[in-house]
């Protein structure tokens, strides 16, 4: 219980003014002449004990209608339950309005996003004069101020103009944060009250929201009816290796949340321009991967959207991509002394000479001065020493790539393998130009090494005809055989490690060990995997973003002096925190990115690359909980109890709260103690002689 005008209950002491009356009382005894007590003293004992009941009994009513009348110029209300619809002190009031992009959607009542801001305008406008009020949307805008005011204008003038956006923080985060901003509110009395549809899948997450006592939790629910959406919530560039005019696979997902199974149609945009388009048989609640097939036109950054029909969501209707077509790979051919490399140089220069390759060719004695940095992969023909193994092991774990042919001392490749943490070269097994010991028999054609190699009338190679090969035991290290032998050592092995990859050839290029290079293989084989190997990990690192999360962009190919800038969709230019790292600059994209598209990275005229922001793919869908379901969770997040007040009902208007106040109560129970005190006083009954 709480008390509107606390300083009038200085008066309680007044109820001492009986009890003082009482213990001393100032009337002085009246000398009366008898002719005889004897008829007095029999009726003394049976008097006395009446006057002292009569006298403890007013005593008690006269105390009590003080203490009474005391309480009620005091304006005692019931706070133990109070929320923002009850009557009491005055309050320190955070409202949490849900203004994430599910609140877009409609139902009878109109868009939630309205109703919601008509909910949040009721409550504050059942605030009082002295109460602390502030708005705290789940997806705050850049230009919020998240500040108490003590008139309601500001508030709701905030509230009218707040927009559903994405990037809406988890409700239960947004709980949190109201209860930090009311650790600094200058009234005892702090409330929460929550407006939200109860999406399910963005309500809660994994951190804490306890609010310390005190803080009294309300929440108002909307949204009458279950909600159908259809979305893109992925799209993945499936190719590992990505070249102008070659097919590129690219596979999308999409979903429908709620209502019936049905086909939507899905297309494909690069760079503006619709390239592909297929339809999709969606079921509610089952993802479905959409593939596209599109040839790059050229070399670079690339944007690209995958868009669907148009639904009543329109924000999550397309997902972009980026997609970057790599420049030719930079490749370093090192030759083992008294080694021939001249068919793998010959098969690379052919690459070369198309553009499909940069080469550069040394002897392995000039390994050690080489400056790694400046390729993308190494090939190896049989070094008799890989120098320093080490420095190999941290170029491949970077993103670079190494292809390595054994030569005449097979294990010299062995430190290189133990710096990887792979296996081991055990010698070999046959002669060069001995008998033949088997053939090639099973390929990885899953992988991406392989893709587009062969084509539907012969899906696989000729088996290439072995007569020595290295004796390679795998290790503990990511490993994977792509090209198996009846010898049971593998003809190419790949060891993966940190951002890079090894691929190891059994054989070396020499028609003494095998017949490989006659093979027709031999040739696309090389430059598949120079073009694998320079890969890396570039294809995956789209730099794709989270609106309103931001993130990292490593920038590659930055010249010197003018900033970097982020141009976005629609034209408008940011100038991000940025930062040097060896080969790269880094941009730190803050939470102002927040409108999703195709966001190009420009440093004067030169376009460095193409970022792809994203929505959260969790807000599309629309499914919600339950409104006891919700309370549940709420409680056993805060650890505070949650009223449920389903719509606007009993919320006050012009500024009146709603209650029952409790001094017309004490009032009522002081006149009673007073006409009681009355009654005992004026019907003094004679005392008369038995």
């Not at 407006?195 to 939790?217: C, K, M, N, R, Y």
């Not at 927040?594 to 994203?614: C, E, H, I, S, W």
Request: include cysteine; charge should be negative; proline fraction near 7%.
């Amino acid at each position: 219980m709480g008390f509107l005008n606390p300083l009038l209950l200085v008066g309680l002491a007044a109820a001492a003014i009986p009890i003082v009356v009482h213990l001393f009382n100032f009337r002085r005894p009246q000398r009366v002449d008898f002719s005889t007590l004897r008829f007095v003293r029999q009726i003394e004992a049976t008097a006395m004990r009446r006057m002292r009941i009569r006298q403890w009994l007013l005593l008690a009513l006269r105390t009590l209608a003080v203490l009474f009348l005391v309480l009620a110029f005091a304006r005692p209300t019931r706070t133990a339950d109070a929320g923002v619809f009850e009557e009491g002190t005055a309050r320190s009031l955070v409202l949490v309005l849900d203004n994430s992009r599910s609140m877009t959607l409609r139902d009878a009542q109109g868009a939630l996003i309205d109703q919601a801001r008509g909910l949040g305008v009721a409550v504050i406008e059942a605030t009082g004069a002295g109460d602390e009020r502030t708005l705290l949307p789940v997806a705050r805008p850049v230009e919020a101020r998240i500040v108490p005011y003590t008139t309601a204008g500001p508030v709701l003038d905030a509230i009218e103009s707040t927009p559903a956006l994405a990037g809406a923080e988890a409700l239960t985060a947004a709980i949190a944060r109201a209860g930090s901003v009311l650790e600094g509110a200058q009234h005892l009395r702090r409330e929460i009250v929550i407006v939200s549809d109860l999406q399910a899948a963005t309500f809660s997450d994994s951190a804490s929201a306890t609010l310390p006592e005190g803080i009294d939790l309300t929440l108002l629910p909307l949204g009458a009816r279950a909600q159908v959406n259809t979305a893109v919530t992925d799209v993945r560039v499936v190719s590992r290796i990505v070249e102008p005019g070659r097919p590129v696979q690219i596979e999308a997902t999409v979903v429908r949340y709620g209502g019936r199974p049905g086909t939507v149609g899905a297309a494909l945009l690069l760079d503006g321009q619709r390239v592909a388009e297929t339809a999709v048989d969606v079921v509610p609640g089952e993802p479905v991967r959409v593939p596209f097939t599109v040839t790059p036109p050229a070399r670079g950054w690339l944007g690209g959207e995958v868009r669907i029909e148009a639904d009543a969501a329109a924000w999550d209707d397309a997902r972009f991509f980026a997609l970057r077509v790599p420049p030719p790979p930079r490749v370093l051919l090192v030759r083992g002394d008294g080694q021939r490399a001249d068919l793998v140089a010959l098969a690379l220069g052919v690459a070369a000479e198309s553009g499909g390759v940069a080469l550069n060719e040394i002897a392995e004695g000039a390994l050690p001065g080489a400056d790694l940095d400046q390729y993308d992969a190494v090939v190896l023909v049989g070094p008799a020493s890989v120098g320093d193994p080490g420095r190999l092991a941290a170029f491949v774990g970077a993103g670079g790539g190494v292809l390595a042919f054994p030569g005449d001392d097979v294990d010299a490749l062995n430190p290189m393998l133990a710096a990887l943490g792979a296996g081991r070269i055990d010698g070999a097994v046959g002669e060069s130009g001995g008998d033949v010991l088997g053939t090639t028999t099973d390929l990885d054609l899953d992988h991406p090494l392989f893709a587009g190699v062969f084509d539907a009338a012969r899906p696989t190679p000729e088996a290439v005809d072995l007569r020595k090969v290295a004796r390679y035991r795998s290790g503990g290290a990511d490993e994977t055989t792509l090209i198996a032998t009846q010898t049971g050592a593998p003809l190419l092995q790949e060891v993966r490690r940190g951002e890079g990859s090894v691929l190891l050839f059994g054989v070396a290029p020499d028609l003494g060990w095998s017949d490989l290079p006659q093979r027709g293989l031999f040739v696309p084989l090389l430059y598949r995997a120079a073009a694998y190997l320079a890969a890396g990990s570039a294809v995956a690192d789209t730099g794709e973003l989270t609106a309103r999360e931001g993130g990292t962009i490593r920038v590659e190919g930055v010249g010197p002096g003018t900033a970097l800038r982020l141009v976005g969709p629609d034209g408008v230019t940011l100038t991000p925190l940025q930062r040097t790292v060896p080969g790269a600059v880094v941009l730190d994209v803050g939470d102002a990115v927040a409108r999703a598209g195709l966001y190009r990275v420009v440093q004067g005229d030169r376009t460095l690359r193409v970022v792809a922001v994203n929505e959260d793919a969790r807000e599309s869908d629309p499914a919600a909980l339950a409104p006891a379901e919700a309370v549940r969770r709420l409680e056993a997040a805060t650890g505070r109890p949650v009223r449920l007040v389903e719509g606007a009902a009993g919320l006050a208007s012009d500024g009146e709260r709603a209650g029952t106040p409790l001094w017309t109560y004490f009032l009522a129970l002081a006149l009673a103690c007073l006409i009681a005190e009355t009654l005992v006083t004026t019907r003094r009954r004679p005392e008369v002689a038995p």
